[in-house]
């Protein structure tokens, strides 16, 4: 009885993918044979966890519009990023972002920064937000990514000591980790001591983010699929409820511990937790407890694994290009024999580096920590789109990855890393790559912490470069293994480290 009720359904559902991709007004964009008739083919791309190589390939043969799904499309055209992320537009997240959240029955108020669809409510809940991100709280994040850095260089001295290759990406995701504790709560999770992942907290970022990208292609699956998997001990749902529960009980032990009542003469200087506990405090309903799950929440599953990226993609780099390691060593000495830079560099300090940040800015061009389609829904009304109309309710999107390497924007080199096309006098050429320089997203949805990775960054870099050599483990390949689960992680970079000079300066 069953068998025949689900051919019959599957019958169903195959006839109507035909008829719906016959009468497809969008019939003729190109793409995969199967992405006309169902979401299954670009599931089954997303899950190999390295679309983003098929990604380009697939603009390379089908042109700047390709068919995803039968309802989704992807964009390589510098002409497609401002009537789909520009400020003004209407363009809301798709539904794809909801399989990020606990669904309901499993919430209470459930909502995060990062996945909230509706444009104007995202606004009214990023606004409360902005200040703890901005300029002037950031320098006084400096002292917290300092003590991380020392801890960070006292660990390579230990393995340069011990002539130990090393998994570089996990260590670098263990100094973005305990600086976001420090920022976050003043309390340094203790990555960096012990090198493990403790609590099992990065496997369940994983977890859970590797759930989000498959059953987000299925969003009105998703409370189905996390009430099932919530069944199973280690499923990707507990992964969401341990994250959960890791950062209530962080706010837990400070609130027992550490909270002051009265409001700190330095407010800049004070973490994420002490401020938003005073806002709770002076307007409980508009700034309830939840927002200070959700910042703190935000902050530990959006901002260790991409600053931990980004940090290997710009070391991997400089390891790989020895031309370019020298000249920002060189710009390094140059600085330093004017009396520009601190043992400990300051954010200000690498800012006035124009190597660094041409280094920066090109390893996070190529390899982006986030290398899947930012999706977005066609408004009421429907979009020309590069010249084609798009109807409403169209899932359209961009990829960095994708958009990182369109020829027209960055020349005939763009799979190249060469720092130096940053630093061309001409103007126009800058403003056109800044515009399309997208790892932090783009329009409203910009990212909330580039400020706060981009200190770490920073920072760091100048740092170890100053102080250490870096050299693939023997028998390495250059081209890293890597898994793109949304999240573009290398996958155990092995890296020997050695003292430079008489080591490190602090
Ligand atoms: C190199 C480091 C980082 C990269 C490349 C990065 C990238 C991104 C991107 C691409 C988005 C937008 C995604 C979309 O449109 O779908 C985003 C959003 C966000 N990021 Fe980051 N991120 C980084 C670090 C951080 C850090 C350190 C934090 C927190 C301290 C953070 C917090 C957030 C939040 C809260 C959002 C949601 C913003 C909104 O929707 O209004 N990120 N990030």
Known sequence: MIIPLLLGLGGLWLVWGIISALFSPLRSIPGPFLSRFTDIWYLSRLVRFNFQIEHVELH?????????????????????????????????????????????????????????????????????????????????????????????????SE?????????????????????????????????????EDIRNIMGAIEGSTKYGVAVGIYPRLHPYFFK?????????????????SFVQGKIDEFKNGHITPAKQEDDAAQTFLVKMFHRHQENPKEFTKYHIFVAAASNIAAGSDTTGIALSSILSHLVNHPRCMAALRQEIENTQSLGLLSARPTFKESQDMPYLQAVIKEAIRLHPSIALPYERIVPEGGVTICGRFFPA???????????HRIKSIWGEDAEEFRPERWLTPDKEQLSLMNRHWIPFGSGSRTCLGKNVSLLEIQKLITRIVRDFDFELKEGSSKTWKT???????????QVRVSIRGKGPVV
């Open 393 to 403: 309710g169209t899932i359209v999107g961009i990829n960095p990855y994708v958009e």
């Open 483 to 493: 898994e793109n689960f949304w999240f573009f992680k290398p996958k155990d970079w």
């Open 228 to 244: 099932l998997l919530s069944l199973l001990p280690k499923g990707p749902p507990s992964g969401i409820h341990y994250i959960n």
């Open 159 to 195: 393995f340069a000591r011990a002539g130990q290759a090393i998994d570089m990406g996990h260590w670098l995701q263990c100094f973005a980790f305990d600086v976001i504790g420090l920022i976050t709560s003043g309390e340094r999770y203790g990555f960096l001591d012990r090198g």
């Open 60 to 156: 390379r043969k089908y042109g700047p519009i390709v068919r995803l799904a039968p309802n989704r499309y992807s964009f390589a055209d510098p002409e497609a990023l401002k009537p789909i992320y520009g400020h003004g537009t209407d363009f809301r997240k798709s539904e794809w972002y909801s399989a990020f959240n606990v669904p309901h029955p499993y919430s209470l108020e459930r909502w995060s920064i990062f996945s909230t669809t509706d444009p104007k409510i995202h606004a009214q809940q990023r606004k409360p937000f902005t200040n703890m991100y901005s300029m002037s709280s950031l320098i006084s994040y400096e002292p917290y990514v300092d003590e991380c850095a020392d801890i960070f260089t006292q660990r390579l």
